[in-house]
Each structure stands twice: as structure tokens, then as C-alpha cells.
């Protein structure tokens, strides 16, 4: 679930441009073939695709590398990579109107949201955001996702939830607002169909928040720190600790729960660098409801989450 309270118009910067070439058929065709219950109609998809990987700065990460505390990166060479298949059928039947399918994904459009046709003009964008945060984690969607927008929430101020059990999302939007932001959640929503994947719905559903929702704002990185002006977590999380942010984690949504999404990621940065991978998957399966702190740092890592805290405010600040 994302919870959005919008900061200045300053920080909400041009989203990234990602590379890639997806398949989006007409809406009519699809429209029809869900009615009927048929079977939908392949289309030709590239086989490889060049991108840029994730080592490859843009200039402004370059610019901002000595502020992050990391060494300049160096530019990496382009790399073939294979486009994931398409995932035949069709996912779950949502409130509103089908508008576009494309590889993996099905979007749906209600009343007084986006309009139809911008979201299917951004459909094969959707699907290139979940290719990148697949990049990101590591880890690839297996089943079918249907995303549907709406203009009214469930809960004031809440702007994306993931169904994982379902196969599904949905975004709330009015007409006229940032459909490049709407973007952004989606990929952070997706991120958590890929927390399922990866880790398996009843984890999933017992995971720590600090972890549950920190690890899916990460896996948006790509788009969502650049909406920040920031290269990197720990360099947001200076940011923020400059605008008087307090870095603390199990109270961060006192703060507002994006600045709490944030901070989270930030700390979900830092767990992967200094304890790796193995450890951190570990530790989010470890989860025993959704409390912050309710993981099992200390049998895990070795450490209380008050010690691990300690170390990542020393990391952010040094």
C-alpha cells in the first residue's frame, strides 16, 4: 500500500525515459476477445532488448556521486537482454473499462480518474517499469497483473494498494493530476506482487513494514529517486535530514508516510550492502505481523533493530 502526501511542486523532477519496445494490441480487440471469453490474440513481441544496466550513470548521478558518498561509477557498456515472455490469458476482471493489455499486464480505467486513452497511450511504459524493477530485485513476475485506476480511495491520502493474493492493483487518481507519479506507484505496487514472488504470500502478509514497504519503494528506485533529485537512499535520506526529517524508523510515519516509505528504503539500502542478500531475504521471511520491528533482527543479524538503526543513522550521516 502507498500512502502519498505530495511535497513541493521542487522536488517532483522529470521521471526517468527506460529504454525498451513493448506490444500493446487495440483496445477493441481486447475488449471484445474478454467479453466473449476467448482466447486473446498474440501479437509479435522483440525477442532481445539493448539496455542500459543498472551501473551506467545518468549525468546527474555522476554529478551527485561525491555528495552520495560513493565514488564516481563508472560507464558500463550496453547489454542484450532477453524481453520476458508474454504471460498468455488474462488477469483478473476489475471494476471499469479494459483498455490495453500488454505482456504481462492488464489495465482497467474507471470513472472521473485518467482517461481512458492516457492510460492506454502509457500502457507499454507500465510494462517497462515492471521489467526495471524485476532488474532491480532480481526477481521476475510469474503470473498475470491487472492494474486498475480509480479516482476514490479506500482510506484518505492512500494512493496505490497491492492485492497480491488477486493479482491485482489499484491506483487512485483524479483527472488532471501527474500520470508520470501515478507511474512511479505503480512500480512501487508491483514491487510488492514481487516481495509475493520472491518470498511467498504468507511471508508477504506477516512482513515487518520497515522491510515489507521499504523493500518495495527500492525496487521503484529507478523512478523514484530521480522524482526526488537524489542519486541515491542514502543521499535521500540526507535530504531529508536536512528538512528536519527525524531519521527514525519505527516511529517514521509520524513524519508523513512518504517521507516514512522513504527513510525505510533507505534502511532496506543499507541492510543489503552491509549484510548482503541471503541475510536480508532471511530477515524479511522472518517477519511475524506487520508492527515495525516485528522482524527477527537480532537472531538473523545479530544484532536489535535499535543497533542496526544506529548503523545505518552513522552510514546516512557520514
Same mark, same amino acid.
Given at each position: 500500500m502507498l500512502r502519498i502526501a505530495y511535497?513541493?511542486?521542487?522536488?517532483? @523532477?522529470?521521471?526517468?525515459?527506460?529504454?525498451g519496445l513493448i506490444a500493446v494490441r487495440p483496445l477493441s480487440t481486447y475488449a471484445e476477445a474478454a467479453r466473449a471469453g476467448r482466447a @486473446?490474440?498474440?501479437?509479435?513481441?522483440?525477442?532481445?532488448?539493448?539496455?542500459?544496466?543498472?551501473s551506467h550513470p545518468s549525468r546527474a548521478q555522476l554529478r551527485r556521486a561525491e555528495t552520495?558518498?560513493?565514488?564516481?561509477?563508472?560507464?558500463?557498456?550496453?547489454?542484450?537482454?532477453q524481453v520476458p515472455a508474454r504471460i498468455e490469458g488474462a488477469g483478473p476482471r476489475m471494476r471499469g473499462e479494459l483498455?490495453?493489455?500488454?505482456?504481462?499486464?492488464?489495465?482497467?480505467?474507471?470513472?472521473?480518474?485518467?482517461?481512458?486513452?492516457?492510460?492506454?497511450? @502509457?500502457?507499454?511504459?507500465?510494462e517497462r517499469v515492471l521489467r526495471a524493477a524485476e532488474d532491480q530485485f532480481g526477481t521476475t513476475l510469474k503470473h498475470r497483473v491487472s492494474i486498475g485506476f480509480y479516482r476514490t480511495p479506500p482510506k484518505k491520502g492512500v494512493r496505490g494498494m497491492a492485492y497480491t493474493s488477486e493479482a491485482r492493483v489499484e491506483l487512485y487518481y483524479r483527472p488532471g493530476e501527474d500520470t508520470g507519479r501515478a507511474v512511479t506507484i505503480a512500480m512501487h505496487e508491483l514491487g510488492h506482487?514481487?516481495?509475493?514472488?520472491?518470498?511467498?504470500?504468507?511471508?508477504?502478509?506477516?512482513a515487518d513494514t520497515i522491510l515489507h514497504e521499504g523493500l518495495a519503494t527500492w525496487i521503484a528506485s529507478i523512478r523514484w529517486l530521480d522524482?526526488?533529485?537524489?542519486?541515491?537512499?542514502?543521499?535521500?535520506?540526507?535530504? @531529508?535530514?536536512?528538512?528536519?526529517?527525524?531519521?527514525?524508523?519505527?516511529?517514521a510515519e509520524r513524519s508523513g508516510a512518504d517521507n516514512a516509505y522513504e527513510l525505510?528504503?533507505?534502511?532496506?539500502?543499507y541492510l543489503t550492502r552491509q549484510y548482503g542478500w541471503k541475510k536480508f531475504d532471511a530477515l524479511y521471511a522472518s517477519g511475524r505481523g506487520r508492527a515495525p520491528g516485528s522482524a527477527s533482527y537480532q537472531k538473523v543479524l545479530g544484532k536489535s533493530l535499535d543497533e542496526l538503526a544506529d548503523e545505518w543513522r552513522a552510514w546516512v550521516t557520514q
Open positions: 511535497r513541493p511542486i521542487a522536488l517532483l @523532477l522529470c521521471t526517468v525515459a527506460l529504454v @486473446l490474440p498474440r501479437a509479435s513481441a522483440p525477442a532481445a532488448l539493448r539496455v542500459w544496466p543498472a552520495a558518498g560513493f565514488p564516481a561509477p563508472a560507464r558500463a557498456a550496453p547489454v542484450v537482454k483498455v490495453a493489455q500488454t505482456e504481462r499486464l492488464d489495465l482497467y480505467v474507471g470513472k472521473s480518474t485518467f482517461s481512458p486513452n492516457q492510460i492506454k497511450a @502509457l500502457s507499454a511504459k507500465f506482487h514481487l516481495e509475493a514472488q520472491r518470498y511467498g504470500e504468507a511471508a508477504q502478509r506477516r522524482q526526488c533529485d537524489a542519486s541515491s537512499w542514502r543521499e535521500r535520506a540526507r535530504q @531529508l535530514r536536512g528538512a528536519g526529517i527525524p531519521l527514525r524508523l519505527t516511529t525505510w528504503a533507505s534502511f532496506v539500502d
